[in-house]
């Protein structure tokens, strides 16, 4: 059965939040709500995380495994290439010394932090990413698009839903 | 006062925001032009001293770091509002930094950028640059980990690569604006590309928010490292007036304070040039003036520490260079430094000052300069007077190579920037109608709930 | 590998030079110079400029600080001209003090450089690679005596720094130096490594006197002495015994006796702990 998108906008997200809350309590046959939906907002809104339900974020253990990774790497490359090094005595300090390789590895610690948690933004969020099939820019400056993706026969069901909360603009995506 | 007005429509800032990336007051072109030619001198300096010799900036034995090193901290402690004060204000969740935030971070990218070259025209070789590079190679030939310089480098490259991080993860939402708002042409593509396809699903907003706020975290001790390290280059050797164990924090707080100076000016500047007279509000900028009086006053009173510490501690090398730096050749740039430094931001702490955009404008250029005083009497008199007499010299000056140098770099930095802003927004514009939206909120709850608060004391 | 390396020779990698680190052998090349039977008469700096091919870089140059004297000779005066029963002239109390790099066992110097162009040698030497230096002159900031020198401009395509004909007299056994590099007294170590090749075809250490520094050599009233510390019939180490100097302690806790002669021994600045 083909699938097919729906995107309907907002004016504020008391009324996206009604319109979600309807989907989820209403069953309509050929359309879930936890996959097929996605609201789409201009800005950061910790409302709409609270209407939509907790939905886990796993950035954080990147940012874990990046910076021990970091920081063990630095401190293993730099004592590593000092013993390596044609290891001569500088200024009477031990060939590892430790003082320089601890603000170094704290150093790698944050480097690797940083860069492998936007590794992990960028493959959590899925990121670069295609367009999705509608979109409208309207999104971009002050509306809440509702995208939702059904099966055919749903989105009679689902129009009706969006229109009954006073939907500024639904679009279709067109039959195949 | 408030903020912002909470009644700007969310549209109305998209236009007014990208309008700015179409046609600012003509002032743009004018300072672009002048940074243009200002670097042009500094590309002059460079090629000469390139070519002939270090010793066209007229060092010698025993100055052997000039303006070039003093300059190198300058703009590195520039660097430290923008990002260090976005990532505080950020967590403790301070809505006013967000009109702001944007250009203080690409601030701190453009001075460190600044910053970094100062690092190769101050080599004797710098087309041997890459030797101080990790890399690994045949002979098994590292750098030195222990030398401070290379903690530089590390910490710089980190902080700078971060900052790129945090400013540009920060900006893909507004970038997708621009992409969706943009007429044809090579910055729509641009764009399109950098925006990575973001459309504010309610998936990316999830992830963005917990990525921006690690960042965040983890750009805080960062710069505060990366200032802590520049100072150990002077603390972690032996010369007297270097030697000093409060240079880390007192570097961090000379760094914030030249920073916030400097966010005062170029928040003047750009709220003219780009009509954002809306967004970059009085309310704002009084916020930041007050910041700016506080880390004044923390800055004087480490100083204030150094010298009370360098007096009492009868090492008379030490001693002696600030005996120098008070009475000798550099006098009149030292009290010039306590002057810009300590005394004239006094002014700030006046209400009427805190929102008179000329004089701000030329105090704020003032701190500026005092902060650039206080880097240059770190460095030289210590050469002048080391710790082996036979070495002193009192009368050294640096060459037109230098200062050109110097100069130049202030015209390379106004370039990145300006060129910044008119490419990418300078205002986060997601960000303020997060502002606005919350801000509104907050107004309606309180006008619902607590009319007595509103009619009693006034809404805060 | 690097790692397993890292951990096998730990406690190599972790000691303290001079302090508690195994001394240097077989050799240790040090000096002494007797500052009383110095008379200034600068041949040292001198015969140094002749064997160390080192640019002579003109009077405003040097006016300007920017002289390349690897041995320079300091001049000191009594202040106590015109006082009651005092000297006539300030030049009648003239001291002199030669002064070189001190080879210091723990340097200020060599720590800083950020890409390890200056190090300490298995003989006891301050090294500099001219190769390595990139000229970030950060060795000689953090050198308390200021016996760095760096090359300013690039000394050998200027003018007048070697005429024509002084050319030929450049010591083959030393490089020039071009711009940008940093470079400082050697002890002569390609006279140094020249003996020891010998020494070691002939299966034995160099001997006392076997190999002298250009200074040494051209001294008039031999002041300065040079040789192998760890030889105990070395002058030098007979001398910085005599004079109870210890290369390991940074403070020489002298029993001068009474009546005897004075210990005049003393390593420069020595309270800062380069060990010089």
């Given at each position: 059965?083909?699938?097919?998108?729906?995107?309907?906008?907002?004016?504020?997200?008391?009324?996206?939040?009604?319109?979600?809350?309807?989907?989820?309590?209403?069953?309509?046959?050929?359309?879930?709500?936890?996959?097929?939906?996605?609201?789409?907002?201009?800005?950061?809104?910790?409302?709409?995380?609270?209407?939509?339900?907790?939905?886990?974020?796993?950035?954080?253990?990147?940012?874990?495994?990046?910076?021990?990774?970091?920081?063990?790497?630095?401190?293993?490359?730099?004592?590593?290439?000092?013993?390596?090094?044609?290891?001569?005595?500088?200024?009477?300090?031990?060939?590892?010394?430790?003082?320089?390789?601890?603000?170094?590895?704290?150093?790698?610690?944050?480097?690797?932090?940083?860069?492998?948690?936007?590794?992990?933004?960028?493959?959590?969020?899925?990121?670069?990413?295609?367009?999705?099939?509608?979109?409208?820019?309207?999104?971009?400056?002050?509306?809440?698009?509702?995208?939702?993706?059904?099966?055919?026969?749903?989105?009679?069901?689902?129009?009706?839903?969006?229109?009954?909360?006073?939907?500024?603009?639904?679009?279709?995506?067109?039959?195949? | 006062?408030?903020?912002?007005?909470?009644?700007?429509?969310?549209?109305?800032?998209?236009?007014?925001?990208?309008?700015s990336l179409e046609n600012p007051r003509k002032l743009?072109?004018?300072?672009?032009?002048?940074?243009?030619?200002?670097?042009?001198?500094?590309?002059?300096?460079?090629?000469?001293?390139?070519?002939?010799?270090?010793?066209?900036?007229?060092?010698?034995?025993?100055?052997?770091?000039?303006?070039?090193?003093?300059?190198?901290?300058?703009?590195?402690?520039?660097?430290?509002?923008?990002?260090?004060?976005?990532?505080?204000?950020?967590?403790?969740?301070?809505?006013?930094?967000?009109?702001?935030?944007?250009?203080?971070?690409?601030?701190?990218?453009?001075?460190?950028?600044?910053?970094?070259?100062?690092?190769?025209?101050?080599?004797?070789?710098?087309?041997?640059?890459?030797?101080?590079?990790?890399?690994?190679?045949?002979?098994?030939?590292?750098?030195?980990?222990?030398?401070?310089?290379?903690?530089?480098?590390?910490?710089?490259?980190?902080?700078?690569?971060?900052?790129?991080?945090?400013?540009?993860?920060?900006?893909?939402?507004?970038?997708?604006?621009?992409?969706?708002?943009?007429?044809?042409?090579?910055?729509?593509?641009?764009?399109?590309?950098?925006?990575?396809?973001?459309?504010?699903?309610?998936?990316?907003w999830r992830n963005f928010r917990v990525t921006y706020?690690?960042?965040?975290?983890?750009?805080?001790?960062?710069?505060?490292?990366?200032?802590?390290?520049?100072?150990?280059?002077?603390?972690?050797?032996?010369?007297?007036?270097?030697?000093?164990?409060?240079?880390?924090?007192?570097?961090?707080?000379?760094?914030?304070?030249?920073?916030?100076?400097?966010?005062?000016?170029?928040?003047?500047i750009l709220r003219y040039v780009f009509r954002f007279?809306?967004?970059?509000?009085?309310?704002?900028?009084?916020?930041?003036?007050?910041?700016?009086?506080?880390?004044?006053?923390?800055?004087?009173?480490?100083?204030?520490?150094?010298?009370?510490?360098?007096?009492?501690?009868?090492?008379?090398?030490?001693?002696?260079?600030?005996?120098?730096?008070?009475?000798?050749?550099?006098?009149?740039?030292?009290?010039?430094?306590?002057?810009?430094?300590?005394?004239?931001?006094?002014?700030?702490?006046?209400?009427?000052?805190?929102?008179?955009?000329?004089?701000?404008?030329?105090?704020?250029?003032?701190?500026?300069?005092?902060?650039?005083?206080?880097?240059?009497?770190?460095?030289?008199?210590?050469?002048?007077?080391?710790?082996?007499?036979?070495?002193?010299?009192?009368?050294?000056?640096?060459?037109?190579?230098?200062?050109?140098?110097?100069?130049?770099?202030?015209?390379?930095?106004?370039?990145?920037?300006?060129?910044?802003?008119?490419?990418?927004?300078?205002?986060?514009?997601?960000?303020?109608?997060?502002?606005?939206?919350?801000?509104?909120?907050?107004?309606?709850?309180?006008?619902?709930?607590?009319?007595?608060?509103?009619?009693?004391?006034?809404?805060? | 590998?690097?790692?397993?390396?890292?951990?096998?020779?730990?406690?190599?990698?972790?000691?303290?030079?001079?302090?508690?680190?195994?001394?240097?052998?077989?050799?240790?090349?040090?000096?002494?110079?007797?500052?009383?039977?110095?008379?200034?008469?600068?041949?040292?700096?001198?015969?140094?400029?002749?064997?160390?091919?080192?640019?002579?870089?003109?009077?405003?140059?040097?006016?300007?600080?920017?002289?390349?004297?690897?041995?320079?000779?300091?001049?000191?005066?009594?202040?106590?001209?015109?006082?009651?029963?005092?000297?006539?002239?300030?030049?009648?109390?003239?001291?002199?003090?030669?002064?070189?790099?001190?080879?210091?066992?723990?340097?200020?110097?060599?720590?800083?450089?950020?890409?390890?162009?200056?190090?300490?040698?298995?003989?006891?030497?301050?090294?500099?690679?001219?190769?390595?230096?990139?000229?970030?002159?950060?060795?000689?900031?953090?050198?308390?005596?200021?016996?760095?020198?760096?090359?300013?401009?690039?000394?050998?395509?200027?003018?007048?720094?070697?005429?024509?004909?002084?050319?030929?007299?450049?010591?083959?056994?030393?490089?020039?130096?071009?711009?940008?590099?940093?470079?400082?007294?050697?002890?002569?170590?390609?006279?140094?490594?020249?003996?020891?090749?010998?020494?070691?075809?002939?299966?034995?250490?160099?001997?006392?006197?076997?190999?002298?520094?250009?200074?040494?050599?051209?001294?008039?009233?031999?002041?300065?002495?040079?040789?192998?510390?760890?030889?105990?019939?070395?002058?030098?180490?007979?001398?910085?015994?005599?004079?109870?100097?210890?290369?390991?302690?940074?403070?020489?806790?002298?029993?001068?006796?009474?009546?005897?002669?004075?210990?005049?021994?003393?390593?420069?600045?020595?309270?800062?702990?380069?060990?010089?």
């Open positions: 059965m083909s699938q097919r998108h729906i995107l309907a906008l907002y004016s504020d997200f008391d009324k996206a939040e009604a319109v979600v809350k309807e989907l989820r309590s209403t069953q309509i046959k050929g359309f879930d709500v936890n996959k097929g939906l996605i609201v789409k907002s201009p800005i950061e809104h910790p409302e709409v995380e609270e209407f939509l339900g907790d939905k886990p974020v796993h950035v954080q253990w990147f940012t874990l495994g990046g910076a021990l990774m970091g920081g063990l790497l630095g401190f293993f490359l730099i004592s590593g290439a000092q013993a390596n090094f044609y290891a001569q005595i500088k200024g009477g300090k031990p060939i590892v010394p430790f003082p320089p390789n601890f603000v170094l590895t704290y150093e790698m610690f944050i480097l690797g932090g940083v860069f492998i948690s936007v590794l992990g933004f960028l493959i959590c969020a899925g990121l670069p990413a295609r367009r999705s099939p509608l979109y409208s820019s309207k999104v971009s400056e002050d509306q809440i698009g509702i995208l939702v993706k059904s099966d055919e026969t749903a989105t009679n069901a689902l129009k009706a839903i969006f229109t009954k909360h006073q939907a500024l603009e639904i679009q279709e995506e067109a039959g195949k | 006062m408030k903020d912002i007005r909470e009644d700007i429509a969310w549209a109305k800032i998209n236009q007014d925001v990208l309008n743009y072109w004018v300072i672009l032009f002048v940074a243009l030619a200002m670097l042009g001198v500094a590309a002059g300096c460079e090629v000469y001293q390139y070519n002939v010799g270090m010793g066209v900036a007229n060092m010698d034995n025993p100055h052997m770091w000039g303006l070039y090193i003093a300059t190198f901290i300058f703009w590195i402690g520039m660097s430290h509002s923008g990002t260090l004060l976005s990532a505080i204000l950020h967590l403790m969740h301070a809505d006013w930094r967000k009109p702001i935030y944007r250009f203080a971070e690409a601030m701190t990218t453009f001075s460190l950028m600044t910053a970094g070259l100062f690092v190769a025209v101050h080599l004797g070789r710098v087309w041997q640059i890459y030797y101080a590079l990790p890399y690994p190679n045949e002979r098994g030939v590292w750098p030195n980990f222990q030398s401070p310089l290379l903690w530089d480098a590390m910490a710089i490259f980190t902080y700078l690569s971060s900052s790129i991080l945090f400013l540009y993860v920060g900006m893909i939402p507004d970038l997708a604006i621009c992409r969706d708002r943009m007429h044809e042409g090579w910055r729509k593509k641009l764009y399109t590309l950098l925006s990575l396809g973001w459309e504010g699903t309610d998936r990316q706020l690690t960042i965040a975290c983890f750009l805080i001790p960062l710069a505060v490292s990366v200032h802590s390290i520049v100072a150990s280059d002077f603390a972690m050797s032996q010369q007297p007036g270097w030697h000093v164990t409060s240079f880390p924090p007192y570097f961090v707080a000379g760094a914030l304070y030249s920073g916030c100076a400097a966010i005062i000016t170029l928040f003047i007279e809306e967004y970059m509000t009085l309310p704002i900028l009084k916020k930041i003036v007050r910041l700016t009086f506080a880390i004044s006053m923390v800055w004087t009173y480490l100083n204030a520490v150094e010298f009370a510490s360098v007096w009492y501690s009868h090492d008379e090398p030490s001693k002696d260079v600030l005996i120098q730096k008070a009475t000798g050749t550099y006098a009149p740039f030292w009290w010039a430094m306590i002057f810009c430094g300590s005394v004239l931001p006094l002014t700030l702490a006046f209400k009427r000052i805190q929102t008179n955009i000329p004089v701000l404008f030329a105090v704020s250029l003032l701190l500026n300069m005092g902060m650039w005083l206080e880097r240059w009497m770190i460095v030289a008199p210590t050469f002048s007077h080391g710790i082996y007499p036979w070495t002193w010299d009192h009368d050294q000056w640096p060459s037109f190579v230098q200062w050109g140098m110097v100069f130049g770099s202030f015209g390379w930095f106004t370039l990145l920037f300006m060129v910044f802003c008119k490419v990418f927004p300078s205002v986060s514009m997601y960000e303020v109608k997060e502002m606005v939206y919350h801000r509104r909120q907050a107004t309606k709850r309180l006008e619902e709930t607590g009319k007595f608060a509103a009619a009693g004391k006034g809404a805060h | 590998m690097s790692v397993s390396n890292l951990l096998e020779n730990w406690s190599q990698f972790r000691h303290f030079h001079p302090v508690e680190d195994k001394p240097h052998d077989p050799y240790k090349w040090a000096m002494s110079i007797d500052l009383d039977a110095c008379s200034g008469c600068n041949a040292c700096s001198v015969a140094c400029y002749a064997e160390n091919n080192l640019p002579v870089v003109g009077k405003e140059k040097y006016a300007h600080g920017q002289a390349m004297h690897w041995m320079r000779i300091e001049h000191y005066w009594d202040e106590d001209v015109g006082e009651e029963g005092g000297r006539e002239f300030p030049d009648q109390g003239a001291q002199f003090l030669p002064m070189m790099c001190q080879q210091c066992e723990a340097a200020p110097c060599e720590t800083v450089c950020p890409v390890g162009a200056t190090n300490h040698t298995a003989d006891g030497l301050n090294s500099q690679i001219y190769n390595r230096c990139i000229g970030s002159r950060y060795c000689s900031a953090n050198c308390p005596y200021k016996v760095r020198y760096f090359n300013w401009y690039d000394y050998p395509s200027t003018d007048n720094v070697w005429p024509a004909e002084m050319t030929q007299q450049l010591n083959p056994d030393v490089t020039v130096r071009g711009k940008g590099v940093m470079e400082k007294c050697t002890f002569c170590v390609q006279r140094l490594a020249a003996a020891k090749v010998t020494a070691k075809s002939e299966g034995r250490i160099v001997h006392d006197g076997e190999v002298q520094t250009a200074c040494q050599q051209a001294c008039p009233t031999s002041a300065i002495s040079f040789g192998n510390l760890i030889d105990p019939e070395s002058r030098v180490h007979k001398q910085w015994r005599a004079q109870q100097v210890e290369l390991d302690k940074d403070k020489q806790a002298k029993d001068q006796k009474e009546g005897g002669t004075e210990l005049r021994g003393y390593r420069i600045l020595e309270d800062m702990r380069p060990y010089p």
